[in-house]
Each structure stands twice: as structure tokens, then as C-alpha cells.
């Protein structure tokens, strides 16, 4: 069975703590995604990497880098953690990317204090 | 700018009956279109995609019809059961960029028995 796992399903931080975010997926997909969901504003895309080491801005990239250094493993890092980062952070991977369904992991719900 | 409109107030329907969401975009070219089911503290779970120069697509209960003219795609569900009841987030990826996607912010769908 298929399947994608973040690191923590709830977090909560303090402002200017330095965040990481995990994401493993046992799929072997080339692409994977971070994306945040806030009510009323539905899922956006903070960034993806279609390779290992590569990555692409999506459309809220702003106070957020990633890292992938292995295929399997997507990580996600707040340099300095603000309250406006507050949100629900979803991980996904998939093999074509948008030609293909993406698989998500269960969320993590970060609070930052 | 690119819009994606879900109707953001719950479908409320009866068990039995068929349920139709719609999602509408303004200023994209998409050249695939998904449907995704989230259940709440879920990630979402991938239904079905359906490609520009498809017009309808197909599984067991569920419809997807897709009209680049009027920039619309409808979900059918028929013989809703209560069961069905969660949100439903359709996605777009634009011709231009096949590797992002653009989430709507879903229609709560419940079904009463």
C-alpha cells in the first residue's frame, strides 16, 4: 500500500524557532509537493522538487525553504517561525506530477505560539 | 489574476439522490483537472482526472464532465450515501507548467440518510 508520512501529525512552536517539516514517501515518485490549507483559501503550493536537489517556488514560497537530499524525503523549514505560519502543512507525491493523482500524507497542524 | 471557485456553502442532500459540485476558473488554461476527496484531519484522497480534450470521464458512482468553453467542470455523485459526506477540492494544472497545481478551497458535501 502506497503512502506518504510527515514527521509530526500536531506541532507547536514559538515565534523565531527555526521549524523542519518531514516528508517521506515509499513510492519511488520523482515529484513531491508542500502545500499549506487555510480555510476559505483551500490548498497552496509553498514549493516542490521534481528531482533530488531540485526544487521550484509555488506560489506562497515567502518565509519557507526546502531540502531533498534523497528521493524519498521532502523537508519543509521555517527559518524563523510567525504566527501567520499558523496552518495545516500537507506533503504529496506523485510520479507525472499533474498528469498523475498525487498522494497525500495526513497533515501536520502547526501552531506557532 | 487565476481564480479557482468552489461554492464555499455546504450541499446538503438526501440520500439516494445525485449529488453535483461545480468548479469554475477564470484565466487558466488547464490542461488537466482533478478531483480529490479530503475527509477533516485527512489529507486529500485522489477520485479521478480528467484531461482538456476529454469531455467526460467515469467511476463506478462518480461522473466528471469538463467544458473548456464555459471554464467548468462538474462532479457527479450518484446514489449519494451518507458516506460521501466530506469536502471535495477540485484541482487544475495550467498548459504552461504541467507540474503545479492549483487547489480550489472545496464544497463541503453532506448527505443525510
Known amino acids: 500500500d502506497v503512502k506518504v508520512t510527515q514527521s509530526s501529525r500536531y506541532l507547536v512552536k514559538r515565534t523565531g524557532e527555526k521549524v523542519f517539516l518531514e516528508c517521506v514517501q515509499d513510492m519511488d515518485h520523482e515529484n513531491m509537493f508542500w502545500y499549506r490549507q487555510d480555510p476559505g483559501l483551500g490548498l497552496r503550493l509553498i514549493y516542490f522538487s521534481y528531482d533530488v536537489k531540485m526544487k521550484e517556488k509555488g506560489d506562497i514560497p515567502e518565509g519557507y525553504s526546502v531540502s531533498r537530499e534523497k528521493k524519498e524525503r521532502f523537508s519543509l523549514i521555517l527559518e524563523s517561525a510567525s504566527t501567520n505560519q499558523t496552518s495545516m502543512y500537507l506533503c504529496?507525491?506523485?510520479?507525472?506530477?499533474?498528469?498523475?493523482?498525487?498522494?497525500f500524507g495526513p497533515g501536520t497542524r502547526l501552531t506557532v505560539l | 489574476s487565476q481564480k479557482i471557485e468552489q461554492n464555499s456553502e455546504a450541499l446538503n442532500i438526501q440520500e439516494g439522490k445525485t449529488a453535483t459540485l461545480t468548479c469554475n476558473y477564470t484565466n487558466y488554461s488547464p490542461a488537466y483537472l482533478q478531483w480529490y476527496r479530503q475527509d477533516p484531519g485527512r489529507g486529500p484522497v485522489f477520485l479521478l482526472l480528467?484531461?482538456?480534450?476529454?469531455k467526460e470521464k467515469r467511476k463506478e458512482r462518480l461522473k466528471v464532465t469538463f467544458d473548456t468553453t464555459l471554464k467548468q467542470s462538474l462532479f457527479h455523485i450518484t446514489a449519494s450515501q451518507p458516506a460521501d459526506s466530506a469536502t471535495y477540492l477540485c484541482?487544475?494544472?495550467?498548459?504552461?507548467?504541467?507540474?503545479?497545481?492549483?487547489f480550489g478551497s472545496g464544497t463541503k458535501l453532506n448527505v443525510k440518510p
Open positions: 504529496a507525491s506523485s510520479l507525472l506530477a499533474a498528469k498523475d493523482e498525487q498522494f
Open positions: 480528467i484531461r482538456e480534450n476529454e
Open positions: 484541482a487544475l494544472a495550467a498548459l504552461y507548467n504541467f507540474n503545479k497545481f492549483y
